[in-house]
């Protein structure tokens, strides 16, 4: 019981940052019907970003404070990959609105190639170690034989998620923004009409999506304390298959699929094999696009005929 | 004609263009001065983009955490040369633009003088391919000297085959598969497992493979070829994926990520490639050579490669191979029209996954060794990238854009003056995937029906099957 | 037929068991028994019930929204209806349940073929490339599926003669010839959709289904969509059953008429009957005066010409 429950608060806390990769990938899936096969790699390099502003701030300018390091570090890294979002969206998306079905996902692998390869080109093949940020741990219950504990870390990560995603959600459901992006994802010919500029809201949606794949790319960053230039690649399918499960398109179900998949990679390699724990998610991402690709929340797809 | 074929191309390109040209049509320095501020713009985001993946490299130093070396100077260049890049497209454009505009009625058309240059480049190609071991003897001044270029030719050729077999599913079917390497894989594996524990030749195992690899296929496609496009491309990946870390992890059946070795070599139709009694030198009266095997696997890479293009040439006049094309341009029509549409994608599914296999195979015979390293996702991605670089569907197209994408790195290495000018530690080849996914971007942009365009049809009125 | 028969009509419709519709055609090819198709909420199509005779241009016709595109793709096997049978008798005695059957198959083993409201050609392929892949039943079959055909055997060749013979004189009789070797998306809208009917009929089709045919066809267009109906029905004997706004198209060629509103069955005739049908008229464009006059006067009702 013990164990499940130390299981359990760290499979939630993978599955946050699942989460809000996820969120990127089902709204882009939305508005633009395209799977963004570059975000893990948008995530990956923004945990580079965080990496070397995070050295900046401690080891050149002697900065002592967590918070403060840790706060800064968020902002700068949310802002800088937001500017990637956009430039790849204009670069490598924007021009092929109307070309063939399968144009954007080729153009988003080559987009992941280049990403992945570009990091590995500026910063060297090796892994990056950073020292630990913070170690405490809560102790949430104790007996002889467990200790179920709670990390800083490990709450840092679950608060942010949640301060980050009532504020996304606040954004979507109650800004003008928000109307705008749900009324592209409904009819994108009919929002132009009704002046609303299509362009700009899904330029918008790349740069919220980047955005919240840098929060997530910190977070990992500080919970894993190390990251290379393939480490896009898992996360990112990961991430995919929580949007995929959580019904693709639905921004809780993104979340929720994310938390799930967290769970059930967490309890794989605690209860089953560490080896085969990607297989796991692989294997649900087949299952879930066979037999209900509608996901969890998603709603079924009718044939256009 | 033009307009025709890249019906799309054209379009997409239509905004920039029809954005540009009135600017353009005046050519006054307020213009100019757009193209300035708007380059300068590129090169401003570039800058932002820089920092600080770019701006500072982060290396582990003596002690146990990371040093920061700043780089400023390098994301100067970058941003200098977005700026030089962007104010020359622009330029470039607008006079495309101008001409275009001039020119409007008398439209200079580029395609049939790109359709010509193929229609003499296959023969050319071939003809260089029959000979090389010759070519490359006589260049060196031996067969031996001349080892690199065959070597370099096998390995082309082994992609050409991939891209080939690949073009299939993707090209024709429009099926994008992202996982081809795992039949690449289970055709090694396959020859692998079955020379070294049932001793059978590789002639036996070559097609063995290749039915192996079908049925990996079928097993798969079955059920997933209902999906839609992107997701049947997210699965095949996963599939992909799920293969190799199933061949890394059951260490009992595959040797794990340390491999398979000591495969057994290829024969010369059951007559060994050895020195002694009995071996391919003696049979025939010449001297031994380890390079008699080289070449040897060379003509059987080529042979291989051209029965792949033989028979999707032939398919693609076969009412099945009809049916892939048909299928590619709008399913929903194929099943109004009584086509089944889940078999005839499983059959182009099982074709692709075939020629894999029979790839796999000589992969291993000519190693010697398999380790599921060789079978990672990018690999399957360097493959997809040829068929999309060679412009999806056409068998010319695929073979140059292997013979540039995997060639050329190779040759770019041994260049000496280019480490003279970027520095001692310089690699072509660690460029090559980061110039592999621009390519792809760029060929997404600009022609998205590939660099030779022209589809030829499978048949025409005016004559016999063309 | 007036408003009083029209409704009891539908009413002993509904009362009777499936097997027995009465009315219609003698001769039925396609029954189309108490079809229902929903989506989610929205019933789309509601208990329709009608015939359409063996060797009659049948015309399904209503307001935008009466579900008559559902109904297609219910006959056609896109949508499972959620209740309901559609029976297809082809003249040798076969019968399909077409809504049990997969896909491909109502058309593969029924032989209905049909075309779609925004055209479907294969746009990259040549106007040949189109027909022949419309033959694929029979060519995959004289390939050996693909087996005998990759080894190039004369059996095969012959049988794509053959299919190339009659794709040149359909290609002739739409007056194509001189394109067909080039790609089907460069040809002008009308040809694009005089190429998809030829491309549907080289499937042999006993039935064919047609969706708006005459959508975006010129005056003169749409004559020659009327000679080539007639003489697909008189020709080949093929039924066929069309979706149309086009009234001029409708009440020229059709023989018999079935109107749709909120996908429910309003009327059922000859055109003639249909022509004098108050409710028909008041249902097809609103119940709005100069509306309906308009509508008269487009009908030939007041004496203004079809």
Same mark, same amino acid.
């Given at each position: 019981?013990?164990?499940?429950?130390?299981?359990?608060?760290?499979? *939630?806390?993978?599955?946050?940052?699942?989460?809000?990769?996820?969120?990127?990938?089902?709204?882009v899936?939305?508005?633009?019907?395209?799977?963004?096969?570059?975000?893990?790699?948008?995530?990956?390099?923004?945990?580079?970003?965080?990496?070397?502003?995070?050295?900046?701030?401690?080891?050149?300018?002697?900065?002592?404070?967590v918070?403060?390091?840790?706060?800064? $570090?968020?902002?700068? =890294?949310? #802002?800088?990959?937001?500017?990637?979002?956009w430039?790849?969206?204009r670069?490598?998306?924007?021009?092929?609105?109307?070309?063939?079905?399968?144009?954007?996902?080729?153009?988003?692998?080559?987009?992941?190639?280049?990403?992945?390869?570009?990091?590995?080109?500026?910063?060297?093949?090796?892994?990056?170690?950073?020292?630990? *940020?913070?170690r405490?741990?809560? $102790?949430?219950?104790?007996?002889e034989?467990?200790?179920?504990?709670?990390?800083?870390?490990?709450? #840092?990560?679950?608060?942010?998620?949640?301060l980050?995603?009532?504020?996304?959600w606040?954004?979507?459901?109650?800004?003008?923004?928000?109307?705008?992006?749900r =009324?592209?994802?409904?009819?994108?010919r009919?929002? =132009?009409?009704?002046? #609303?500029?299509?362009?700009?809201? #899904?330029?918008?949606?790349?740069?919220?999506? =980047?955005?919240?794949?840098?929060?997530?790319?910190?977070?990992?960053?500080?919970?894993?304390?190390?990251?290379?230039f393939?480490?896009?690649f898992?996360?990112?399918?990961?991430?995919?298959?929580?949007?995929?499960?959580?019904?693709?398109?639905?921004?809780?179900?993104?979340?929720l699929?994310?938390?799930?998949?967290g769970?059930i990679?967490t309890?794989?390699s605690?209860?089953?094999?560490?080896e085969?724990?990607?297989v796991?998610a692989?294997?649900?991402?087949?299952?879930?696009?066979?037999?209900?690709?509608?996901?969890i929340?998603?709603?079924?797809?009718?044939?256009?005929? | 004609?033009?307009?025709?074929?890249?019906?799309?191309?054209?379009?997409?390109?239509?905004?920039?263009?029809?954005?540009?040209?009135?600017?353009?049509a005046?050519? %006054?320095?307020a213009?100019?001065?757009?193209?300035?501020?708007?380059?300068?713009?590129?090169?401003?985001?570039?800058?932002?983009?820089?920092i600080?993946?770019?701006?500072?490299?982060?290396?582990?130093?003596?002690?146990?955490? !990371?040093?920061?070396?700043?780089?400023w100077?390098?994301?100067?260049?970058?941003?200098?040369?977005?700026?030089?890049?962007?104010?020359?497209?622009r330029?470039?454009?607008g006079?495309?633009?101008?001409?275009?505009?001039?020119?409007?009625?008398?439209?200079?058309?580029?395609?049939?003088?790109?359709?010509?240059?193929?229609?003499v480049?296959?023969?050319?190609?071939?003809?260089?391919?029959?000979?090389?071991?010759?070519?490359?003897?006589?260049?060196?001044?031996?067969? /031996?000297?001349? &080892?690199?270029?065959?070597?370099?030719?096998?390995?082309?050729?082994?992609?050409?085959m991939?891209g080939?077999?690949?073009n299939?599913?993707?090209g024709?079917?429009?099926?994008?598969?992202?996982?081809?390497?795992?039949?690449?894989?289970?055709?090694?594996?396959?020859?692998a497992?079955?020379?070294?524990v049932?001793?059978? %030749?590789?002639?036996?195992?070559?097609?063995?493979?290749?039915?192996?690899?079908?049925?990996?296929?079928?097993?798969?496609?079955?059920?997933?070829?209902?999906?839609?496009?992107?997701?049947?491309?997210?699965?095949?990946?996963?599939?992909?994926?799920?293969?190799?870390?199933?061949l890394?992890?059951?260490?009992?059946?595959?040797?794990?990520?340390?491999?398979? %070795? /000591?495969?057994?070599?290829?024969?010369?139709?059951?007559?060994?490639?050895?020195?002694?009694?009995?071996?391919?030198?003696?049979?025939?009266?010449?001297?031994?050579?380890?390079?008699?095997?080289?070449?040897?696997?060379?003509?059987?890479?080529?042979?291989?490669?051209?029965i792949?293009?033989?028979?999707?040439?032939?398919?693609?006049?076969?009412?099945?191979? &009809?049916?892939?094309?048909?299928l590619?341009?709008?399913?929903?029509?194929?099943?109004?029209?009584?086509?089944?549409?889940?078999?005839?994608?499983?059959?182009?599914?099982? !074709?692709?996954?075939?020629?894999?296999?029979?790839?796999? /195979?000589?992969?291993?015979?000519?190693?010697?060794?398999?380790s599921?390293?060789?079978?990672?996702?990018?690999? %399957?991605?360097?493959i997809?990238?040829?068929?999309?670089?060679?412009?999806?569907?056409?068998?010319?197209?695929?073979?140059?854009?292997?013979?540039?994408?995997?060639?050329?790195?190779?040759?770019?290495?041994?260049?000496?003056?280019?480490?003279a000018?970027?520095?001692?530690?310089?690699?072509?080849?660690?460029?090559r995937?980061?110039?592999?996914?621009l390519?792809?971007?760029?060929?997404?942009?600009?022609?998205?029906?590939?660099?030779?365009?022209?589809?030829?049809? /499978?048949?025409?009125?005016?004559?016999r099957?063309? | 037929?007036?408003?009083?028969?029209?409704?009891?009509r539908?009413?002993t419709?509904?009362?009777?068991?499936p097997?027995?519709?009465?009315?219609?055609?003698a001769?039925?090819?396609?029954?189309?028994?108490h079809?229902?198709?929903?989506?989610?909420?929205?019933?789309?199509?509601?208990d329709?019930?009608?015939?359409?005779?063996?060797?009659?241009?049948?015309?399904?016709?209503?307001?935008?929204?009466?579900g008559?595109?559902?109904?297609?793709?219910?006959?056609t096997?896109?949508?499972?209806?959620?209740?309901?049978?559609?029976?297809?008798?082809?003249?040798?005695?076969?019968?399909?349940?077409?809504e049990?059957?997969?896909g491909?198959d109502?058309?593969?083993?029924?032989?209905?073929?049909?075309?779609?409201q925004?055209?479907?050609?294969?746009p990259?392929?040549?106007?040949l490339?189109?027909?022949?892949?419309a033959?694929?039943?029979?060519?995959?079959?004289?390939?050996?599926?693909s087996?005998?055909?990759?080894?190039?055997?004369?059996?095969?060749?012959?049988a794509q003669a053959?299919?190339?013979?009659?794709?040149?004189?359909?290609i002739?009789r739409?007056?194509?010839?001189?394109?067909a070797?080039?790609?089907?998306?460069?040809?002008?809208?009308?040809?694009?959709?005089?190429?998809?009917?030829?491309?549907?009929?080289?499937t042999?089709?006993?039935?064919?289904?047609?969706d708006?045919?005459?959508?975006?066809?010129?005056p003169?267009?749409?004559?020659?969509?009327?000679?080539?109906?007639?003489? +697909?029905r008189? @020709?080949?004997?093929?039924?066929?059953?069309? +979706?149309?706004?086009?009234?001029?198209?409708?009440?020229?060629?059709?023989?018999?008429?079935?109107?749709?509103?909120?996908? +429910?069955?309003?009327?059922?005739?000859?055109?003639? @009957? +249909?022509?004098?049908?108050?409710?028909?008229?008041?249902?097809?464009?609103?119940?709005?005066?100069e509306?309906?006059?308009?509508?008269?006067?487009?009908?030939?009702l007041?004496?203004?010409?079809?």
């Open positions: 019981m013990e164990f499940f429950a130390q299981q359990f608060i760290n499979g *939630l806390t993978l599955g946050s940052i699942y989460g809000l990769i996820a969120l990127g990938y089902t709204m899936f939305g508005i633009i019907g395209m799977v963004n096969f570059a975000h893990g790699d948008v995530f990956m390099l923004s945990s580079f970003i965080a990496l070397i502003f995070f050295l900046i701030l401690t080891t050149w300018l002697g900065l002592t404070s918070a403060l390091v840790f706060l800064i $570090v968020l902002i700068v =890294a949310m #802002i800088l990959t937001a500017l990637w979002g430039a790849i969206e670069v490598a998306y924007r021009p092929l609105r109307g070309s063939f079905r399968l144009a954007p996902l080729i153009s988003a692998i080559g987009v992941s190639i280049f990403l992945s390869n570009f990091v590995q080109v500026v910063q060297g093949a090796r892994n990056k170690p950073v020292p630990p *940020l913070v405490d741990v809560i $102790v949430l219950y104790q007996n034989q467990y200790t179920v504990t709670l990390s800083y870390k490990q709450a #840092i990560i679950m608060t942010t998620t949640a980050l995603l009532a504020g996304f606040y954004l979507v459901q109650r800004t003008s923004f928000g109307r705008a992006q =009324a592209c994802e409904q009819d994108r009919m929002a =132009a009409l009704l002046g #609303i500029n299509v362009d700009r809201t #899904i330029s918008l949606t790349f740069v919220l999506g =980047a955005a919240l794949a840098a929060v997530a790319g910190t977070l990992y960053l500080l919970y894993y304390g190390v990251v290379s393939s480490d896009g898992v996360p990112g399918v990961k991430a995919f298959t929580a949007a995929v499960l959580g019904g693709i398109g639905s921004l809780p179900g993104a979340v699929g994310g938390l799930i998949i769970l990679e309890f794989w605690a209860y089953f094999s560490i085969y724990k990607d796991a692989f294997l649900i991402l087949i299952v879930v696009l066979i037999f209900k690709p509608s996901g929340l998603g709603r079924p797809e009718v044939e256009k005929v | 004609m033009a307009q025709g074929s890249t019906t799309q191309g054209s379009t997409t390109h239509g905004s920039t263009i029809g954005a540009v040209a009135p600017t353009v005046r050519r %006054s320095g213009a100019f001065s757009e193209m300035l501020k708007d380059s300068a713009l590129f090169a401003l985001v570039t800058l932002g983009l820089s600080p993946v770019v701006a500072y490299r982060t290396d582990l130093g003596q002690g146990t955490g !990371l040093e920061l070396t700043g780089r100077g390098v994301v100067a260049g970058l941003c200098l040369a977005v700026f030089v890049l962007r104010l020359g497209q330029l470039l454009l006079e495309v633009a101008r001409r275009r505009e001039v020119h409007r009625l008398a439209t200079v058309d580029a395609a049939p003088v790109v359709a010509r240059a193929g229609r480049l296959g023969p050319l190609t071939l003809f260089v391919a029959l000979t090389l071991p010759l070519l490359a003897a006589l260049a060196s001044g031996g067969l /031996s000297e001349g &080892r690199y270029w065959i070597d370099l030719g096998i390995l082309i050729l082994t992609y050409v991939l080939w077999g690949l299939i599913v993707v024709l079917a429009g099926l994008l598969d992202l996982g081809y390497v795992a039949f690449y894989a289970v055709g090694a594996y396959s020859y497992l079955l020379s070294t049932f001793g059978l %030749s590789f002639w036996i195992c070559l097609p063995l493979a290749g039915l192996f690899a079908a049925a990996f296929g079928v097993l798969l496609g079955f059920p997933v070829l209902r999906l839609r496009g992107d997701y049947l491309a997210i699965v095949t990946l996963a599939f992909g994926e799920i293969i190799r870390l199933v890394i992890n059951w260490v009992d059946f595959s040797g794990g990520a340390a491999g398979l %070795s /000591s495969i057994p070599r290829a024969s010369f139709f059951g007559i060994p490639f050895t020195a002694g009694e009995g071996g391919f030198a003696q049979t025939f009266g010449l001297t031994f050579s380890p390079m008699h095997r080289i070449v040897f696997l060379y003509y059987l890479i080529l042979a291989l490669a051209l792949t293009n033989l028979v999707t040439l032939r398919m693609r006049r076969l009412p099945l191979g &009809r049916a892939w094309e048909a590619r341009e709008d399913e929903i029509a194929c099943r109004s029209l009584g086509i089944d549409t889940t078999m005839t994608k499983l059959t182009a599914f099982a !074709l692709g996954a075939m020629f894999a296999g029979f790839a796999g /195979s000589f992969f291993a015979v000519r190693q010697g060794f398999v599921p390293e060789s079978f990672n996702f990018l690999e %399957s991605a360097i997809l990238a040829i068929v999309v670089l060679g412009g999806m569907g056409s068998q010319i197209g695929v073979a140059i854009a292997a013979i540039v994408m995997v060639g050329a790195p190779e040759l770019l290495r041994n260049l000496t003056f280019l480490k000018v970027f520095g001692e530690g310089f690699d072509p080849n660690e460029y995937l980061l110039l592999f996914g390519a792809m971007v760029c060929m997404m942009v600009w022609r998205p029906r590939g660099l030779i365009s022209e589809r030829t049809p /499978s048949v025409r009125l005016g004559g099957p063309a | 037929m007036t408003l009083a028969t029209g409704i009891t539908l009413a419709v509904q009362d009777e068991p097997a027995a519709i009465p009315g219609g055609p001769d039925p090819i396609l029954v189309v028994d079809l229902t198709m929903r989506f989610g909420g929205l019933t789309a199509v509601g329709l019930s009608f015939k359409v005779g063996r060797g009659d241009i049948t015309a399904l016709i209503g307001p935008n929204g009466a008559k595109t559902t109904v297609f793709n219910c006959i096997g896109f949508y499972k209806p959620t209740e309901g049978m559609i029976r297809l008798a082809q003249e040798g005695g076969e019968t399909y349940l077409l049990r059957l997969p491909h109502v058309n593969r083993l029924a032989r209905v073929a049909r075309t779609f925004n055209i479907r050609l294969f990259q392929m040549t106007v490339e189109n027909l022949l892949v033959m694929h039943k029979p060519l995959m079959r004289a390939s050996g599926f087996l005998a055909g990759i080894l190039g055997l004369p059996g095969y060749r012959r053959e299919a190339i013979e009659k794709a040149a004189a359909w002739a739409i007056g194509l010839t001189h394109r070797d080039e790609p089907a998306g460069d040809l002008p809208y009308g040809d694009q959709r005089r190429l998809e009917i030829a491309r549907a009929m080289c042999d089709p006993v039935l064919l289904c047609l708006e045919p005459a959508a975006g066809l010129n003169r267009e749409s004559a020659d969509l009327n000679t080539l109906l007639r003489m +697909i008189d @020709e080949y004997g093929t039924s066929v059953l069309l +979706i149309e706004h086009d009234m001029s198209v409708v009440m020229q060629i059709s023989d018999r008429i079935v109107v749709l509103d909120y996908g +429910i069955k309003i009327a059922d005739g000859t055109p003639d @009957e +249909i022509r004098n049908d108050t409710r028909v008229i008041a249902a097809y464009l609103g119940v709005d005066d509306e309906v006059a308009a509508v008269e006067a487009e009908v030939g007041a004496g203004a010409p079809a």
